[in-house]
């Protein structure tokens, strides 16, 4: 086959291929330019700050203290409103002023300090609620973290940790973004859901505006947080957000 | 509104969503089929397009701005697109399982999307078999139509890359129908 026939061949598959109808993307796009990550252009990349093996206990005081400062200023507030479901508020991590290196994140943890592996229905009687599970799956593992008087079940399968919570009014996850994690609106079961994805983020249980220090871990996979009427729910894993998505609305 | 792309580039880095929303309607579509060529799925490549250009908007200041926007943005696309397509090459045999479970039923086939002739829809079968750097170079040129000028700004490379990655790609593509496709030698 010589290169003319070999270009009239890929330029007719070219011809016969059918897409489909191209989505209008202009309002979605600028809905999320409107949200306060994206509200003006960068003139230049933000410094990213990346886990490095070896946590000082010291750093995980600042970033607790940052995630508490946060919380309580009135930015924190404001970023409460804007992004986040009910139970969860995402805000940016602040950046370091020119010439200031990054404080290390300390490297990621799965669930944190005082997890407790216990039978599902053991978790259940100590959680208080019943464990709510994706349509045809059963955990691997599961564990009960108590935050204070709060108790919230992890469910582990194969691919993916299913954080689930009842949280009062005052309760929150805060999750605080550096400049390498992307936060994207999405919506599960037609609520508003939120897919965090790139660099580790950090999380931590807020009760009321103090965030509880066994709570603060930082989480490398991709975190789809969303809430129905049942329960507040924090997905972390390795699937891509088309997949958790469709185990996610499996969930009541 | 209609702007010409310069200005429409220029507002947009002033701040003005309108001008921003003119370069999107105005490319979406090639932002949307590059994304599609090379993920083979409608929503991802939704998803890609879009944060194509939210990201293309981020980075506005760093556009030079008498460039042409398109193929900065296929570039931003193309790279977005390669790594989703790499991230779910090592997610499938996972993500197959857990859909597997929740969803039985089997999507369409990968040629689904091609309905005229055998033969293109051969090929296009064959190209879907290339590694990736080849299916992109050729995507660029014979299915989005770019020019060489346009393509070496979509890869961030000169026109001679351009030339050579061309060439190796369509001689790859002959030895793949050569070995697999005999039917199309004629």
Do not use: C
Not at chain 2, 38 to 51: F, K, N, S, Y
Request: charged share 25%; net charge positive; glycine share 6%.
């Amino acid at each position: 086959m010589n290169d003319r026939r070999l270009e009239e061949l890929i330029f007719a598959a070219a011809a016969a291929t059918r897409y489909p109808p191209t989505p209008d993307l202009a309002g979605s796009v600028l809905r999320r330019l409107q949200a306060p990550l994206a509200a003006t252009p960068r003139l230049r990349p933000t410094p990213r700050l990346r886990p490095r093996p070896g946590l000082l206990a010291a750093l995980a005081l600042a970033v607790l203290a940052l995630v508490t400062a946060l919380a309580l200023s009135p930015t924190g507030d404001a970023l409460a409103r804007l992004f986040g479901v009910r139970g969860s508020t995402i805000g940016p991590l602040p950046t370091p002023a020119a010439g200031v290196t990054p404080t290390p994140l300390p490297p990621p943890d799965r669930l944190g300090p005082g997890a407790r592996r216990v039978p599902l229905a053991e978790a259940e009687s100590l959680a208080g609620f019943e464990a709510l599970l994706p349509a045809g799956l059963r955990p691997e593992a599961v564990f009960v973290l108590q935050y204070e008087r709060f108790r919230v079940l992890v469910l582990q399968f194969d691919g993916f940790d299913l954080w689930e919570a009842q949280l009062e009014q005052q309760a929150s996850f805060g999750k605080l973004a550096p400049a390498g994690t992307e936060v994207r609106e999405t919506q599960v079961r037609g609520r508003d859901a939120y897919w965090l994805s790139g660099e580790p983020h950090i999380v931590s249980y807020m009760d009321g505006p103090r965030s509880i220090q066994s709570s603060v871990r930082v989480v490398e996979r991709n975190t789809l947080v969303w809430r129905t009427q049942a329960a507040f729910y924090r997905m972390e894993t390795d699937l891509s957000l088309q997949d958790a998505r469709r185990i996610a609305e499996t969930l009541p | 509104m209609h702007l010409s792309e310069v200005e429409a580039v220029a507002r947009a880095r002033r701040g003005d969503p309108s001008a921003y929303a003119a370069l999107v309607e105005d490319n979406q579509q090639a932002a949307f089929r590059a994304a599609y060529l090379i993920l083979r799925d409608a929503a991802a490549a939704e998803d890609v397009a879009q944060e194509a250009f939210v990201r293309a908007y981020r980075n506005l200041a760093a556009f030079r701005e008498y460039d042409a926007f398109r193929p900065w943005l296929l570039r931003i696309v193309t790279n977005l697109a390669l790594n989703e397509h790499r991230a779910r090459r090592r997610r499938a045999g996972l993500g197959e399982r857990l859909a597997g479970l929740l969803r039985p039923v089997a999507g369409p086939p990968a040629d689904a999307s091609l309905v005229a002739g055998e033969q293109a829809s051969t090929l296009a079968s064959a190209i879907d078999r290339l590694p990736a750097n080849d299916r992109v170079i050729l995507h660029l040129r014979y299915f989005l139509e770019l020019d060489e000028e346009e393509m070496a700004r979509v890869i961030n490379r000169s026109r001679g890359t351009v030339k050579s990655r061309l060439h190796r790609a369509g001689r790859r593509l002959r030895e793949l129908i050569e070995r697999e496709f005999p039917d199309l030698r004629d």
